[in-house]
């Protein structure tokens, strides 16, 4: 299975939740992995089903995602923030995450958003994935989140 990864650090630019999920769509756009109707599925999702996951260590996590048919080429678009952002909590809409990363997942079919989805909430929990995900450089990050899920 093609597999891409992109990571950014973003700074203060980036403040709420439509922003950063716009710009991790932007970056798989420009590459040509997702389809423009994408970035607005993800925020129209958002809004209904919120993606934000409070980890086990304190830190906040998103991990916005649309419709499979919407994407070109199975990638994840990592984005770092210098200053936690607020989210919509996963388990009470209500609620409020702040997060300091964002996942977006964009799989080309259902069967394969499932299954690195279930692996990366098992990832979540172990804090020095979080950890590690946070901290590492780019580069880094890329190689370690694709040996985490034993893909190429």
Do not use: W
């Not at 590459?31 to 993800?42: D, L, V």
């Amino acid at each position: 299975m093609k597999f891409e990864i992109l990571v950014n650090d973003v700074g203060q630019e980036i403040a709420t939740c439509e922003q950063a999920i716009t710009f991790a769509g932007k970056q798989l756009l420009e590459r040509g992995y997702i389809q423009p109707e994408y970035i607005s599925a993800c925020l129209t999702r958002e809004k209904s089903y919120p993606t934000g996951l409070m980890m086990a260590n304190g830190e906040g996590l998103a991990i916005p995602h649309a419709d499979y048919q919407l994407v070109n080429t199975n990638s994840i678009s990592i984005v770092r923030f210098a200053k936690p952002i607020a989210f919509g909590q996963m388990e009470d809409a209500d609620l409020t995450v702040k997060c300091s990363m964002l996942f977006n997942l964009a799989f080309a079919t259902s069967d394969q958003h499932m299954a690195i989805l279930r692996r990366l909430f098992t990832l979540f929990q172990e804090a020095e994935f979080v950890s590690r995900c946070r901290t590492l450089d780019e580069q880094t990050t890329v190689a370690f989140i694709k040996q985490q899920l034993n893909i190429e």
